[in-house]
């Protein structure tokens, strides 16, 4: 239970613990996050290929900034009550700029700001083509990671690539060194078997988030499972975006052809749900008060 003055960053950490599976969908925007609060999950994070992919209509390639990024960040701080994890990419450039993304971004409401060690820009975790920076380059932005924030309690999420490119066992090693650096949890992304996936938390200190990348490379194992291998959240950074575009593309088709929503209705939320979800008539209640 929530205290009265418990902030956001220190409820993150105590629901933070080794086994604890903490469901964590994505969001890119406001609409979503509002949606996986009212779901019920504790926590949430901001993708940032799902940012690239609604905001900018591209691929996980690092084409946004950090100021578009704290944008959406923003706005969603001011749409749901619980924590946030934040996909800051590569930190947009090097430990000096990591100083500046985990300022701009704890400013935004961040409750948690994920790094990761590709070179910069970055490509999605799952696509070919991936390069990592030396160990102790991304050992030093953690540190400016670290050293940045003002709130202690945020917590700073170090990711690695390496699996791809040197390894498991390097990747691995990569997530000890950035522990030792001062990262208060670890994430490896893209293991390619149940095996190797769930040998991570059991050959790592630390608490670990595991991705659950629908069509990616790693295989989709069930909540109890990746709880019992010891794994404290467990990301679904873009299940809501996938489903939503896959229903939008068949709406719109349906659209085009036919001429209207006829046979598609069931599809679609009511005008009466979307304003409950929206909060409509909160605002009503403060206009009456205004007036």
Do not use: W
């Not at 990262?183 to 769930?198: G, K, N, T, V, Y």
């Amino acid at each position: 239970m929530t205290t009265h003055d418990e902030t956001l960053n220190r409820r993150l950490r105590r629901q933070l613990v080794p086994g604890a599976g903490l469901m964590m969908p994505g969001a890119a925007n406001s609409l979503t996050a509002r949606l996986i609060e009212a779901a019920g999950h504790p926590l949430l994070m901001v993708s940032g290929a799902a940012v690239a992919n609604t905001f900018l209509g591209v691929p996980d390639i690092g084409l946004s900034s950090v100021t578009e990024l704290a944008l959406h960040v923003d706005a969603i701080r001011d749409a749901v009550d619980i924590p946030i994890v934040v996909d800051a990419d590569t930190g947009f450039g090097n430990a000096l700029n990591v100083r500046r993304t985990v300022r701009t971004l704890e400013r935004a409401g961040a409750n948690a700001i994920m790094l990761e060690d590709q070179t910069y820009p970055k490509r999605c975790g799952h696509f070919d083509g991936k390069s990592v920076v030396p160990a102790a380059e991304m050992v030093a932005k953690i540190h400016a990671a670290v050293d940045a924030r003002n709130d202690a309690d945020l917590v700073i999420l170090a990711r690695t690539d390496a699996r791809a490119v040197e390894g498991l066992e390097a990747a691995m090693q990569r997530a000890r060194d950035y522990l030792d650096a001062g990262a208060d949890m670890l994430f490896i992304e893209a293991p390619l078997s149940r095996d190797e996936l769930l040998a991570i938390p059991r050959e790592v200190p630390g608490l670990h988030l595991c991705n659950m990348v629908v069509g990616g490379r790693t295989p989709l194992l069930p909540r109890e499972e990746l709880a019992r291998a010891g794994f404290a959240a467990i990301c679904y950074a873009n299940a809501a975006l996938q489903a939503s575009a896959l229903a939008m593309r068949s709406v719109l088709a349906h659209l085009h052809n036919h001429g209207d929503v006829a046979g598609v209705q069931a599809q679609l939320m009511s005008f009466a749900e979307r304003q409950s979800m929206l909060g409509a008539e909160d605002y009503v209640e403060l206009a009456r008060r205004y007036a």
